[in-house]
């Protein structure tokens, strides 16, 4: 069974629009990690958050705003006023237990905002 | 020179070539991993390597060959590729056993194509 589902394959917006990508995670453990990074057309995938499951509490930095619900195995993330360089491809992941040798990425949410 | 390196960033080959993609981190962690991404497919973990020593291999066809002569230096070697090994190959580092940070540290990737 796929341990990180990120349903949208892709996502288009015009610039100046709130837009919300969606995480839902699979796993057993009591405790683990979950991430979310950005892979913009260079290629490298950069880190943007890290949450750990004992942590409920939401974030938000900038316009980047996370929503991390254990009732819902949910970590959503949310771009307000989105920006043209907001374009990437957007990676939700899973570790379990600390051990980032076992990290299960989604497929990922490819989002377009046009100006 | 911080964070991940990976060398070249593009790389066009023969099926009947044989060629290297070098990885190198900065970063002082002690676990690497091979990625490949292809297209409309999730990441693939390829190799781990934890203190030099491979500890994972998932089923990766013989023409890919992995190398680690130190904890800073990855490579993965390559020959007789076939034309749907074409993919982006991603690089990544973390320190393994530390529950904090960032999980993955990745590099730009390398761009395959075997023709």
């Known amino acids: 069974a796929q341990k990180v589902t990120q349903a949208q394959t892709e996502i288009s917006v015009v610039e100046k629009e709130d837009v919300t990508l969606d995480c839902v995670y699979e796993?057993?453990?009591?405790?683990?990690?979950l991430f979310w990074y950005k892979q913009p057309p260079s290629g490298e995938l950069v880190f943007l958050i890290r949450r750990n499951s004992f942590d409920e509490q939401n974030e938000i930095s900038g316009r980047y705003s996370w929503n991390f619900q254990k009732s819902t195995s949910s970590f959503n993330f949310t771009i307000t006023a989105s920006q043209v360089v907001d374009s990437a491809v957007y990676f939700c992941a899973l570790s379990e237990a600390g051990y980032f040798n076992k990290f299960y990425f989604g497929s990922g949410t490819k989002l377009n905002v046009k100006p | 020179e911080t964070g991940v390196t990976q060398t070249p960033r593009h790389l066009v080959m023969g099926m009947t070539n044989k060629k290297s993609l070098k990885c190198e981190q900065h970063?002082?962690?002690?676990?690497m991993y091979w990625y490949k991404q292809s297209a409309k497919k999730p990441l693939e973990l390829m190799f781990v390597?934890?203190?030099?020593?491979?500890?994972e291999n998932n089923s990766v066809p013989s023409r890919f060959s992995p190398e680690c002569p130190n904890s800073s230096h990855l490579f993965l070697h390559l020959h007789t590729l076939q034309p749907e090994d074409s993919a982006l190959y991603l690089c990544a580092s973390s320190q393994e056993g530390r529950t904090g940070g960032s999980g993955y540290t990745f590099g730009s990737g390398t761009r395959l194509t075997v023709v």
């Open positions: 796993t057993r453990d009591t405790t683990y990690y």
């Open positions: 970063l002082g962690h002690n676990a």
């Open positions: 390597y934890n203190f030099k020593e491979q500890t």
